[in-house]
């Protein structure tokens, strides 16, 4: 047996070690957090919909009509009325023939993959893709190749050299970059190739396009040219859970072959019923996007102004990149300690050497928040 505490202690020295903080409350621009009081610029939460009034309403409701939890699995009981509108509801919104919820966004991503590709058969990943879909790449048993960051000509000459089935993964909107997907280009390559295209678009459901359709309305984009959409309600949407959009045969194909589909328990229907409220809410609030573009612009240019260098990201995901973990792990250190709660990304999330603050703006911040951010980022440079 190896002994684990040593490693342990190596991924100690080499600030690498990663523990968890405890929140108390709704999650909110302000927080408390290990009994202190914060202002959150690391939440998903992108629209302030995780605690807001008519969401928790009708979650509520939902408890008071379907109870706790689902009690099974889609295939056996579990596939409640609320789960089935929900699928429905974002068919039509997202303007695919089907969708299919899943428990969570990692799960869809190592079922899609497993369902359609297998031995023989070819993934290709942008190398900065999330987690779920490398892990869902590799574990589909297909062979396994990434292509640089973005990089459309790469993915060209791969999809080239590909064998059987091919399937292109990418993430919409990158998820510790905060950049978008080059999803036209990657869209012509794939057919060009005959090649199945999915974009995860965790970041850009309900946030990109002006209806907050996500990357494709960004791009204008349509099933035509992306046959496979997933995108996750945990973060714009504010609750917990996943979908995939597709046409009505590849929505049965995941019914029939994709196990972490399968053999799981289905999410609480008043889950389910708290995201259509979530949705109703992108469709019927345009300020909230319209917020939320505001902050992040007024983000942009304070902090240009204050001299701290971004990327170009244009999303809710701004990223300071500080090159070493230790450097990034201090810094998130000191913000902490000045009341502001900024996650540091280290190895493996991202590679090495890019080390980094992760902001990430929502539409509930204040613009005296976001002044508090950038006059704190300013006096605690490392
Ligand atoms: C968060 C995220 C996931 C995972 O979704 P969960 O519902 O949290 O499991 C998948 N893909 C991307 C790009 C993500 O950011």
Redesign the pocket.
Known sequence: MKDLQKELNERKAAHLYRSRRISDGPQQPEMKIDGQSVINFCS?DYLGLANHKEVKQTFIEGVKTYGAGSGAAHLVNGHSKAHHALEEELAEFTGYPRALL?S??????LGLAQALVGKGDSILEDRL?????IDGGLLSGARFQRYAHNDVEQLEQKLGNAKGETLVLT?????MDGDIANIPSISNACKQHEAWLMV????GFGVLGEHGQGSLEHFQLTQNDVPIY?A????ALGT???FIAGSEALIETLIQKARPYIYTTATPPAVAEATRASLRLIQTRPELREQLNDNIQYFRNSAEQAGIDLTDSQTAIQPVILGEEERALKFSQRLFENGLLVTAIRPPTIPKGTARLRITLSAAHTKSQINKLIKTLVSSTI
């Open positions: 998903n899943f969570t966004g990692y799960m869809a991503n893709n999330h987690a779920s879909l993430d919409g909107v990158f998820s995860d678009d965790a970041h997933m996750t309600l945990g973060k917990s859970g996943a």
